[in-house]
Structures are given as structure tokens and as C-alpha cells.
């Protein structure tokens, strides 16, 4: 199967890479750690992976910003109730934590999507924001990435040594330390919108 999605990769790169950065437009995840797999397998170059990926974040941080700048307020009065509050406490996270919530919002599950939009409400300056926005962007993509290589790596080693049926149990080991880490920031998430109120 993984031999099926590296030449299908492949023979497609140039659409692979346009998702990457579609997908890194529009949400900040854990894409980073398959892209650094796919390097390793050699299905990917790394150059215009990194290049998907950076460009896709800041783009989509942009967005975000300025959506947040210049319609803000009109958008949240057009939301339901429900989304509308959980926008309020996101924001209350950033007025709370300021520069740190910029460098991790993309990684609470909950707040990634919206990431900084709230930012964008707020009264920082774009050229404060901008610099911050790029060491955020560099830090997710830096620490996901690495992670993904040395993973790849592992998994290179043990599809040589034709141990294919360690390859699935470490995935799913993978996604389930990566599941239960998202969770625990979840939860240090609740733990600060509690302090907050």
C-alpha cells in the first residue's frame, strides 16, 4: 500500500504540491509530518515541499489577518450564537497570552482552523504581527517536518530489512501518540480558557 501511494505521488507531484499548499492555506495540522515521509521515500523533493508549505501557511495567515482586520466585527455579528462565543474565547485566549498565542495557535485542534483571525481583530500592528507570524510558521513546519524525516527514516529502514509488519503498528502507534498529544493540548487549552473567565 505505502509502495502504491509513493509512485502514485510521484506521477502526480506537481497536483501534490498544489494540495499542500491548498491545505496549508486553509488550516495549520499535522501535514508537515507526511510531507517529511514522503521525503524520505524520495516521492517528494524537498525544496518545493518546504516551499508549499511555507508559502500555503503565510498565505493563509494573511487571510486570515486581514479578514480579521477589515471584517471582524461584521462577521461575527452574521455567526450563530455558538460559533460566535467560541470566536469571543478564542480571542480572549489571545488577549490573555498575546505573542504566545501566536506562536501555538496551529497546533490546538479546535483553534487552528481560525488560528489568527482573532489577531486580526485586535489592535496589534500588522508589521508587530508579521515577523511572528513567520517564526510561528517556521517552528510548526521545522518541528513537524523533522519529525516526519526521522520517522520516514525509521520506516525506510525497516521496509529494507522487509519488516512491512512493523511499518502499519508504527503508524498507528504515530497517530495515536499524535491523537492523545492533541488531546492534552486540547485540554491545556479548556484549562486556559478557565483561567481567562
Known sequence: MFETINLWIQDHQQLVYTLIFTYCVSKASILPVFVGIFVVSESLLIGPSMAAMISGAFVGDMVRFWL?????????????????????????LFE????????????????????VFPVGMSSMAFMRFLPLSIISILIWIGAFFAL??????????????????????????????????????????????????
Not at 491523537?179 to 491545556?188: C, H, T
Open 68 to 92: 480579521g482586520r477589515k471584517y471582524g466585527d461584521a462577521i461575527v455579528r452574521k455567526l450563530p450564537d455558538s460559533f460566535s462565543k467560541w470566536l469571543g474565547k478564542t480571542m480572549r
Open 148 to 197: 516526519g524525516y526521522v520517522l520516514g527514516e525509521g520506516m525506510s529502514e525497516l521496509l529494507e530489512r522487509n519488516l512491512t509488519l512493523l511499518s502499519p503498528i508504527l503508524l498507528v502507534m504515530f497517530l495515536a501518540l499524535g491523537w492523545l498529544g492533541l488531546r492534552r493540548i486540547d485540554k491545556l487549552e479548556q484549562q486556559a480558557e478557565k483561567a481567562i473567565k
Open 96 to 115: 490573555h497570552y498575546g505573542v504566545a498565542y501566536i506562536m501555538l495557535c496551529r497546533y490546538p485542534n479546535t483553534v487552528r482552523s481560525i488560528s
